[in-house]
C-alpha cells in the first residue's frame, strides 16, 4: 500500500507560479512511476506529467516549458513546479503512484489539491 498526501494549491494569479507536492508514504525509489493529472470542473481527468523511478520525465504538451515535474527521494516527494499559470490551469491536481509487486502493476492516488488561477 501507498498512501500519497498532495499539498501546496491555492489561489492564484494569472502568471503566477506554485510549487504542488506529493508525500509518498513509502520510498518513491521503490515506485515504479509517478503521475500528476488534473480535473477540471465538469472536465475529464487529465494527465500532466511522468516521473520514473530512473528519473525520466515526460510532460504533457500544452504545459511544457511552463510545468516541471522532480522528485526529491529522501524526503519521498513528487513536485509539480507550476509557471505562467493561466485560468485553464484551474483544477484539482491529484498524485498518482504506479508500484509493481510480484509483477502485478498497484496504482494509487492522492486526495488532490485545489488550484484555482483568477484574473
Known amino acids: 500500500q501507498v498512501q500519497l498526501v498532495e499539498s501546496g494549491g491555492a489561489l492564484v494569479q494569472i502568471g503566477g507560479s506554485l510549487r504542488l507536492s506529493c508525500v509518498a508514504s513509502k520510498s518513491i525509489s521503490d515506485i515504479y512511476a509517478m503521475y500528476w493529472y488534473r480535473q477540471a470542473r465538469g472536465k475529464q481527468n487529465e494527465w500532466v506529467a511522468t516521473?520514473?523511478?530512473?528519473?525520466?520525465?515526460d510532460h504533457e504538451t500544452s504545459i511544457k516549458g511552463r510545468f516541471t515535474i522532480s522528485r526529491d527521494n529522501a524526503k519521498n516527494t513528487v513536485y509539480l513546479q507550476m509557471n505562467s499559470l493561466k485560468t485553464d490551469d484551474t483544477a484539482a491536481y491529484y498524485c498518482?503512484?504506479?508500484?509493481?509487486?510480484?509483477?502485478?502493476?498497484?496504482?494509487?492516488w492522492g486526495q488532490g489539491t485545489q488550484v484555482t488561477v483568477s484574473s
Open positions: 498518482r503512484a504506479i508500484e509493481k509487486v510480484d509483477g502485478r502493476l498497484n496504482t494509487y
Open positions: 516521473i520514473t523511478s530512473d528519473g525520466r520525465t
